[in-house]
């Protein structure tokens, strides 16, 4: 069955935690859109300077979670600090949970789940040095190159990226999950 995949992010997302991926969804077959608040490219930040920019698919606005079968947050630093403030970004993820579609973060990509109010009580992991912030939301933070807990797959950082990639395939392949908001 052919799924449909949503990769939300914007200016400074962490290149290799975009496009591999975006990669690894693709050769499942499946469609892995790049959606962003901006239109046209959006920037990579790869590891210390900026890297390549990617054609955005569908622009925010325009972007609904009822056409598609999941969500993957991105992260790098810049990235999820901008879409943790933007109000469309993050009625866009609580969709995707209200929904009980799965959702895999990386990095700092759980940045963003903390705005939207989406982790307290579940088990997480992330890079390290936001892991206070998750577990002063209300997460249970585990230092593993992944965790998941009900639909929703993190990953550290772009060395767990094969470990995070095979859960994310296994998650997006199964059935809806239970509602969490």
């Given at each position: 069955?052919?799924?449909?995949?949503?990769?939300?992010?914007?200016?400074?997302?962490?290149?290799?935690?975009?496009?591999?991926?975006?990669?690894?969804?693709?050769?499942?077959?499946?469609?892995?859109?790049?959606?962003?608040?901006?239109?046209?490219?959006?920037?990579?930040?790869?590891?210390?300077?900026?890297?390549?920019e990617f054609p955005v698919?569908?622009?925010?606005?325009?972007?609904?979670?009822?056409?598609?079968?999941?969500?993957?947050?991105?992260?790098?630093?810049?990235?999820?600090?901008?879409?943790?403030?933007?109000?469309?970004?993050?009625?866009?993820?609580?969709?995707?949970?209200?929904?009980?579609?799965?959702?895999?973060?990386?990095?700092?990509?759980?940045?963003?789940?903390?705005?939207?109010?989406?982790?307290?009580?579940?088990?997480?992991?992330?890079?390290?040095?936001?892991?206070?912030?998750?577990?002063?939301?209300?997460?249970?933070?585990?230092?593993?190159?992944?965790?998941?807990?009900?639909?929703?797959?993190?990953?550290?950082?772009?060395?767990?990226?094969?470990?995070?990639?095979?859960?994310?395939?296994?998650?997006?392949?199964?059935?809806?999950?239970?509602?969490?908001?």
């Open positions: 069955m052919n799924k449909k995949i949503a990769i939300l992010s914007t200016h400074g997302f962490e290149e290799s935690e975009l496009e591999s991926p975006k990669k690894h969804l693709e050769k499942q077959g499946w469609t892995a859109d790049i959606v962003s608040p901006e239109a046209g490219t959006i920037k990579s930040w790869a590891e210390k300077n900026w890297g390549k698919d569908v622009v925010l606005k325009d972007a609904s979670a009822d056409d598609y079968d999941a969500l993957v947050l991105p992260g790098g630093v810049i990235n999820p600090d901008q879409l943790r403030t933007n109000k469309a970004a993050l009625d866009f993820i609580k969709a995707f949970f209200k929904a009980g579609k799965p959702v895999a973060a990386i990095c700092h990509g759980p940045q963003t789940l903390i705005s939207a109010g989406l982790v307290k009580g579940r088990k997480m992991t992330s890079v390290k040095s936001i892991s206070i912030d998750l577990v002063n939301a209300g997460a249970e933070w585990s230092d593993e190159e992944v965790v998941v807990d009900n639909g929703l797959v993190t990953s550290r950082t772009p060395k767990d990226l094969p470990a995070f990639n095979k859960k994310m395939v296994e998650e997006f392949s199964e059935a809806r999950h239970h509602s969490v908001v």
